[in-house]
């Protein structure tokens, strides 16, 4: 099949954030800095370019990085980021737009779990595709860090820096119709 290329595209957030920028780019950040000079969150998404996997396995799909940063948001705690994943199949030449609903939970950065969360929509039906007149269901699987064996659903981003994970997807050829 070849390659495979994507890249991302924050489209924007369900809510109006302070400090909101990078919307319609590949690097998104809100809030006002807590401490004179500091930094804002966000997130990244880096293309990433594979071999094609029509097989059913999980291939990376793109690098996301949360940048996680004290920070005042006016009271947000949760709200939704729009990512557009464009996928480009090299061999057929044609681009397929997945389109991800990302929660972000802004944690008051003390008690048990300090750490912010990012988490995709778990309930997502399959995107379908056709390549060389099949139909394949793609799904998105989850983040997995550098090292880990499995996607998970969300991971947590201490606070005060940033840290990095794949997207994973998986392209799963559907069963023919019956006739």
Do not use: C
């Not at 003390?110 to 750490?115: A, F, I, K």
Request: net charge negative.
């Amino acid at each position: 099949m070849g390659l495979i290329k994507a890249t991302g595209t924050f489209t924007g957030t369900s809510v109006d954030l302070p400090g909101l920028t990078g919307v319609n780019t590949n690097e998104i950040r809100w809030g006002q800095p807590a401490t004179p000079g500091g930094e804002v969150s966000g997130y990244d998404f880096v293309e990433y370019e594979m071999e094609a996997n029509l097989g059913g396995r999980e291939i990376p799909i793109g690098e996301f990085t949360h940048h996680n940063h004290p920070i005042y948001l006016s009271g947000q705690s949760q709200f939704w980021v729009y990512l557009t994943i464009k996928v480009y199949f090299e061999n057929g030449d044609f681009y397929h737009d997945i389109n991800v609903r990302l929660r972000h939970d802004e944690t008051p950065n003390q008690g048990s779990h300090p750490n912010d969360v990012v988490k995709w929509e778990v309930i997502h039906e399959p995107e379908k595709v056709y390549i060389d007149g099949n139909e394949y269901n793609v799904e998105i699987t989850g983040f997995r860090k550098p090292g880990e064996k499995q996607s998970k659903p969300n991971f947590d981003v201490p606070e005060g820096g940033k840290d990095t994970a794949y997207l994973y997807a998986r392209f799963q050829r559907a069963a023919p119709q019956a006739s």
